[in-house]
């Protein structure tokens, strides 16, 4: 079945008939843990017939229970929206979370949602998830909750990497510690940053380098500043560049921007979405005297990311 994402428990349409393999989650980074689930769940359907049906939440959980911490995201929705069908195939929820979501109880939740609204037959749930008012929808909760409603429960184990398990909070300290290969790998697969583009200040225009500048999400997590190598999708199509990260010490702004320099391309896309992948940290922001002098470490930059650059990606890779 062709991935399909709805919002809202009303429109997901008519409950499967004989039930549905389901399961649950932020999924921040689809990462391998998250991607070991999804696996879990494909064979689950493969084996008893059923529908497979994917519940996530929007916005992340902790915007509402910890307002004053609002995470950083690795995937929001709307790259969940791109990139869940690279690994997951099946119904997609999403259920806005809200004051009211979040006081129910697990007990609530798992009869009103998994039961009468999708028709849980099998839940497939990570290590350490939980839902429910104050977290109380744990493996074991859920484990007796199944026993009592008539649902099986099948609890995935994390997926261990250098002898830690794979999370959404470890690649975030990787990515802010720059350690950015690392955090690539613990995802399992390129990451992307979505948006629009936005025109800038056209100083790279100007020295011979345009470049797109993505209007990202303001609760996205970015890499740490510098210069990348990168792929880029523009409608449809994907081409490789070089990505700038950071603070340009020429914009007088002075804010954090992402800006793409995308090889052999020069057209109009201002406003178009695209997604940037950087694949390979090149260096570190720095200040430059004059901008003749970026202009020569830009040119260094080309030449280097040119020699470095991948063919035959995919954005599901």
């Known amino acids: 079945m062709k991935n399909r994402f709805v919002r809202g428990l009303a429109n997901l349409g008519p409950r499967p008939e ?6 649950i989650g932020t999924f921040d980074g689809i990462h391998r843990g998250h991607q070991a689930i999804f696996a879990r769940v494909r064979e689950a359907g493969k084996v008893t017939g059923l529908e497979s049906i994917l519940v996530t939440f929007d916005p ?18 709307e790259e ?7 690994f997951f195939e099946g119904r997609v929820l999403v259920l806005a979370f809200d004051q009211v979501l979040m006081n129910k109880s697990a007990e609530q939740f798992v009869k009103e949602v ?11 749930v990570g290590y350490d998830h939980a839902f429910g008012k104050n977290r109380t929808g744990n493996p074991a909760e859920l484990k007796r909750l199944g026993q009592e409603y008539g649902f099986e429960v099948e609890v995935v184990e994390p997926v261990m990497v250098a002898g830690m398990a794979v ?5 975030r300290k990787a990515f802010d510690s720059g350690r950015f290969d690392e955090a690539v790998r613990l995802l399992g697969h390129d990451y992307a940053i979505y948006g629009t583009v936005e025109r800038g200040i056209g100083l790279g225009r100007k020295l011979g380098y345009p470049t797109a500048n993505v209007h990202h999400g303001a609760a996205k997590l970015l890499p740490t500043e510098g210069v990348y190598a990168c792929r880029v999708q523009v409608e449809g199509e994907e081409f490789k560049g070089m990505m700038f990260i950071g603070r340009n010490h020429f914009n007088p702004a002075g804010r954090i921007t992402v800006e793409a320099n ?11 979405e695209i997604t940037v992948y950087p694949t390979r940290f090149v260096r570190e922001n720095r200040v430059f005297p004059s901008t003749g002098d970026l202009v020569q470490q830009i040119e260094k930059d080309k030449q280097h990311i040119m020699g470095i650059v991948k063919q035959g990606e995919t954005a599901c890779q």
Request: glycine content about 6%.
């Open 80 to 86: 969940k929206e791109q990139f869940i069908p690279c």
């Open 60 to 77: 992340h959980p902790r915007v509402v229970v910890q307002p004053e911490r609002p995470p950083r995201l690795l995937t929001t929705i």
């Open 18 to 23: 004989s039930g549905a393999v389901v399961t």
């Open 262 to 272: 995308i090889f052999d391309f020069d057209r109009d896309i201002y406003d178009e």
């Open 167 to 171: 999370s959404s909070s470890r690649i």
């Open 114 to 124: 998994l039961i009468a609204g999708i028709g849980v037959r099998r839940l497939i």
